[in-house]
């Protein structure tokens, strides 16, 4: 993995109660992203970051905020947390280069349950 | 709504066959590209097709792109057992740097 990682990388949680995941990045890349994945559903982007403050809201981003205080470190926050927020949650990176396309880099993913 | 759309859901072969997998879009695209995932893994990516091109090959694997059918297929050949994941392609087409996902094509390959 680009050197990319997630923390947790599991969490159960109650219903109501506030988490927050942490994506963590070494690769100096300039954009961010927090996807969840659902069976059937394939990832749906929540929100991304095209630099230190600088974010946006993706397909799915009701429920959740992100914050981006330096390049390194993207975290998504669920205030108060849902049973429909159960799912894996994807990091991912990308140069923002012309030339990468923007590939993007995956971390391995947090499993989250809401009880 | 999803831009993606892979065709099928699930696929099952015997190692040493092809596996196609087929991938339809609805808006016009900047280039559309294809990740695999193996099973409690991140997504890896594997090729990418601009909007100009129509079809591009990387070792056992080869992209067609038909924007007039708004439709991509890849094509894995002699198929292998570590092949088995699932495989999603993913649409660019803001300009920007979304990525819009497809809810993917699960191939098993059987040793």
């Known amino acids: 993995d680009a050197g990319i990682t997630q923390s947790p990388r599991h969490k159960v949680t109650e219903t109501g109660t506030p988490v927050t995941l942490r994506c963590h990045q070494t690769?100096?890349?300039?954009?961010m992203y927090w996807y969840r994945q659902d069976p059937g559903h394939g990832l749906r982007l929540i929100h991304y970051?095209?630099?230190?403050?600088?974010?946006d809201k993706g397909e799915v981003s009701d429920g959740y905020s992100v914050s981006r205080s330096k390049t390194e470190d993207f975290l998504l926050t669920l205030e108060s947390a849902t049973s429909s927020q159960t799912s894996v949650y994807f990091c991912?990176?990308?140069?923002?280069?012309?030339?990468?396309?923007?590939?993007?880099?995956f971390g391995p993913g947090t499993r989250l349950t809401v009880l | 709504s999803q831009q993606g759309e892979e065709d099928p859901q699930a696929l099952s072969i015997q190692e040493g066959e092809n596996a196609t997998m087929n991938c339809s879009y609805k808006?016009?695209?900047?280039?559309l590209q294809w990740y695999r995932q193996n099973s409690g893994r991140g997504l890896v990516h594997l090729i990418l097709i601009r909007s100009n091109e129509r079809e591009k090959h990387s070792g056992r694997l080869r992209v067609t792109l038909d924007t007039s059918k708004k439709s991509s297929s890849l094509l894995i050949t002699a198929s292998r057992a570590a092949d088995t994941a699932s495989y999603f392609c993913a649409t660019d087409n803001t300009g920007g740097f979304k990525t819009i996902f497809g809810a993917g094509t699960r191939l098993f390959v059987k040793a």
């Open positions: 690769e100096n890349h300039r954009y």
């Open positions: 808006t016009s695209i900047n280039n």
């Open positions: 970051s095209y630099g230190v403050k600088d974010t």
């Open positions: 991912a990176i990308s140069s923002g280069l012309a030339g990468d396309n923007n590939e993007q880099f």
